[in-house]
């Protein structure tokens, strides 16, 4: 059997019973490296467990996959991933894969991003779609995911964003020379995300568009949902460029309409409470 276990958000105790239970019975535990992280290293996941844990990062788990399902037939084999196991596609494809070779699977669900950023007061079934906000280089500058926020906007809904994670990257230029070196890791602050939406509308007035998105619209940041240093800040998109949130993992919401109960709850988090009397 294959389980893909989902660890929550915040710590090694945020896995469910189920979780664990299957955990501790499996012959190889894999543990997910690339998507997101949690407060705490691999040595206090493997405290707790009980289990030594082997890290998969994208490489294995795109391109080796077979290698990590490999005893799946025989033994039980754990998968473990930050959050849920379906916040990422490329675990979709884990499955996929199992099932073509004749592998029973099990899913052990557990809360993410996409639930928990309910904690801030705005509403789930106001959310739009949800946008990646990418690292830009001096050479690529994309603006996709603007026009999706823009979108969400027109529509009165909320977008969650969720900001870049460079892991195991490697620069291009030893890419080309095909050396194993990698870059240092780098999560996207709301600070850096909110910089480049900002960038995005000043770069349009300059071509004469009016955009539904402004400095003053009101935008939530998010640092560490479900750890116990969990926070969270709402203000303007201007004040989301120099709001001090902490460590990694970031979040950045840009709201659509909203009822005043949310505006109610986002006062609670409110850097400046004259945003919201300004903003009514």
């Not at 823009?150 to 620069?171: A, F, P, W, Y």
Request: hydrophobic letters at 40%.
């Amino acid at each position: 059997m294959l389980y893909l276990v989902g660890l929550g958000l915040g710590d090694a105790k945020d896995i469910t019973v189920k979780g664990l239970e299957a955990v501790r019975r499996c012959r190889r535990v894999y543990l997910e490296a690339y998507t997101s992280v949690l407060t705490v290293g691999k040595e206090a996941l493997e405290e707790f467990y009980g289990k030594e844990l082997i890290l998969a990062d994208r490489e294995m788990v795109e391109q080796e996959a077979d290698s990590l399902l490999k005893e799946a037939d025989v033994c039980d084999v754990a998968f473990l991933v930050v959050g849920d196991p379906f916040g990422a596609t490329t675990h979709s494809d884990l499955v996929l894969r199992a099932v073509k070779l004749g592998i029973p699977y099990k899913v052990i669900h557990n809360a993410s991003i996409m639930n928990a950023v309910g904690c801030c007061g705005l509403q789930l079934y106001s959310f739009g779609e949800t946008v990646s906000i990418v690292f830009w280089t001096d050479t690529w500058k994309p603006e996709s995911f603007f026009d999706k926020i823009e979108k969400n906007r027109q529509s009165g809904m909320h977008t969650l964003c969720l900001l870049d994670i460079k892991v195991k990257e490697q620069s291009v230029e030893n890419l080309m020379k095909g050396r194993k070196i990698y870059e240092p890791p780098r999560y996207m602050t709301v600070n850096q995300a909110a910089e480049q939406l900002l960038a995005i509308i000043q770069n349009r007035r300059l071509q004469g568009e009016k955009t539904e998105i402004t400095e003053n619209t009101i935008c939530v940041g998010l640092a560490r949902v479900g750890a116990l240093d969990e926070k969270i800040a709402s203000g303007t998109l201007q004040q989301m460029s120099s709001v001090e949130l902490g460590g990694p993992l970031h979040s950045l919401i840009v709201t659509g309409t909203m009822h005043p109960l949310e505006l109610e709850m986002l006062k609670l988090f409110s850097i400046d409470s004259s945003t919201f009397r300004n903003n009514a």
